[in-house]
């Protein structure tokens, strides 16, 4: 296992990269942080990225999770690449599919907003917010989230509506 994550951490080769996926997979390795390397590695394209991941989840489907928020996160990591972005939020959303009442993905999405300009992803981003508000667990954190996002838009009134639910939620113990 270390010959491979030695591979993953520090291989520019495709095709040695490749051939030490299809080894560690083969050999089930159940791995998520040895994954967390491969797919961090600088040397690998979007779409080689997308397609480890796919397969890894298909292979691990216990990890899913984990893997999406992962990708998701390398591709957030491109603020100024819109088209990144909406990979990062398209992954984001699998999470938030794979772990409905985890806040954490929609606290991410959240993040994704462009304030400094409108966006297809900005209307997709407060759809996607808006539909998983009564599933998620931890409401006040969504509301004072949501409450900060608002902010930013200087939008007062949706601002002082999410922070009075936050409150209720935070003083309720999430009811």
Avoid at 30 to 47: E, Q, T
Avoid at 49 to 71: Q, T
Avoid at 157 to 168: I, V
Wanted: proline share 2%.
């Amino acid at each position: 296992m270390k010959k491979i994550e030695r591979i993953f951490r520090n291989s520019n080769n495709s095709d040695e990269i490749f051939d030490a996926f299809t080894e560690a997979v083969k050999e089930k390795i159940d791995d998520v942080n040895l994954y967390k390397i491969l797919l961090g590695n600088h040397s690998l394209s979007k779409d080689e990225i997308i397609m480890y991941a796919e397969k890894l989840c298909k292979e691990f489907p216990h990890h899913k999770y984990e893997i999406y928020m992962w990708v998701a996160s390398i591709f957030q990591n491109s603020l100024l690449d819109l088209n990144r972005l909406e990979i990062a939020f398209e992954y984001f959303v699998k999470a938030s599919s794979t772990n409905p009442t985890e806040v954490k993905p929609i606290i991410q999405i959240i993040d994704l907003y462009t304030y400094d300009m409108d966006s297809q992803l900005n209307n997709k981003i407060m759809e996607t917010v808006k539909r998983s508000e009564k599933k998620i667990k931890s409401r006040s954190e969504y509301y004072y989230k949501l409450a900060a996002h608002f902010k930013n838009l200087n939008d007062n009134e949706s601002f002082k509506k999410c922070l009075k639910l936050a409150e209720r939620f935070n003083s309720n113990n999430q009811l």
